[in-house]
């Protein structure tokens, strides 16, 4: 239903750039992604989670219908994918594939190695049946408001472990811990191991995710993607776009779906700008994917 994701990430890691991969977590947010990658002529991916999608109150349909909607009615036309972001439950993975999402991501880096990939290699099965790709994780990434995952500990990925990993799931991009964390940092800082990313980029050929980029300096994000050899060419952003959308609000904690369809109208678009402009800065600042279109 959209451009391959793969292909997406192929084609930046050879130019030196990331593709944003952006949680709208509410469904009046997915427009707001889009425009902004209209406006910036980048590609974009959008994105939610098994987590966000109990939390806001949604599921796979409601997102796919309405980003198809959305690439419709706005007359999309540069490179978009929607991708199923941090998930265990394999029956949700279905219903994304079914429901003609590009891509989703199993999670199962908290297991043993030959467990998580086990799990990865069924998830493999299923999706490539529907021409639908994957992403996996090894490694944990530690999160501070646990909305999209459970793991609260740190392991950075092991390089020959990865290698060994895409290699025998054939896995379409791999998600690796190096220093990042999921939600907004407090006392810890913005930290990110580019000789790790290195030594991973040697063992692995499919492209990089890099999870937990909200609140990181763009000098480290930039670096993470520009590494000789190739970096990162897929980078997740969540919190900062929801943080845009509540404080436009003049609210300091989420609400669910529902509730967004009883905001003012004016109050939306104001809040709905918003996040179009945190994503516009992310392209320009952070991923070098603006004009990349």
């Given at each position: 239903?959209?451009?391959?994701?793969?292909?997406?990430?192929?084609?930046?890691?050879?130019?030196?750039?990331?593709?944003?991969s952006f949680s709208a977590r509410y469904l009046t947010n997915i427009g707001p992604v889009l425009e902004a990658a209209v406006r910036q002529s980048s590609p974009v991916i959008v994105q939610?989670?098994?987590?966000?999608?109990?939390?806001?109150?949604?599921?796979?349909?409601?997102?796919a219908d309405e980003y198809r909607r959305c690439i419709r009615e706005m007359d999309i036309r540069v490179p978009a994918a929607l991708h199923l972001d941090h998930t265990k439950d394999l029956d949700i993975i279905q219903a994304a594939i079914d429901a003609g999402f590009d891509s989703v991501m199993i999670d199962a880096s908290e297991q043993p190695l030959e467990k998580n990939m086990e799990i990865v290699k069924k998830v493999v099965a299923m999706a490539h049946a529907k021409g639908v790709e994957v992403e996996a994780e090894i490694g944990k990434i530690s999160a501070n408001d646990l909305i999209e995952t459970d793991s609260t500990t740190q392991l950075y990925t092991d390089p020959q472990e990865a290698g060994y990993f895409a290699k025998e799931t054939a896995v379409d991009f791999l998600a690796v811990s190096v220093g990042t964390v999921h939600g907004a940092y407090g006392t810890r800082k913005p930290h990110i191991e580019l000789e790790r990313i290195r030594e991973i980029r040697e063992q692995v050929s499919v492209p990089l995710v890099l999870h937990g980029a909200s609140g990181v300096p763009s000098h480290l994000i930039k670096a993470a993607i520009s590494l000789e050899g190739g970096g990162v060419s897929k980078i997740n952003v969540a919190t900062d776009l929801e943080a845009a959308f509540l404080s436009a609000l003049g609210l300091d904690s989420s609400i669910t779906n529902e509730a967004v369809l009883k905001l003012p109208s004016e109050q939306l678009d104001k809040a709905h700008e918003a996040v179009t402009r945190v994503v516009e800065e992310k392209m320009r600042d952070y991923l070098l994917s603006s004009h990349r279109a």
């Open positions: 239903m959209g451009t391959g994701v793969k292909k997406m990430l192929q084609k930046a890691l050879e130019e030196g750039y990331a593709v944003g939610v989670s098994q987590k966000e999608m109990k939390r806001y109150g949604s599921t796979c349909g409601q997102f």
